[in-house]
C-alpha cells in the first residue's frame, strides 16, 4: 500500500488537495 502511495504522490505532486495525503504518506 505505501508503495501504491508512493506512487500516486509522484503522479500527482501539483495537486494540493493531495498535499494532506501525501503528509499521512510520509509519516514515519
Given amino acids: 500500500m505505501l508503495k ?3 506512487s500516486l504522490k509522484l ?3 501539483s495537486l494540493s ?3 494532506d495525503y ?3 504518506i ?3
Wanted: aromatic share 6%.
Fill in 22 to 24: 501525501s503528509n499521512q
Fill in 11 to 13: 503522479y500527482i505532486p
Fill in 26 to 28: 510520509h509519516r514515519p
Fill in 4 to 6: 501504491k502511495a508512493s
Fill in 17 to 19: 488537495s493531495n498535499h
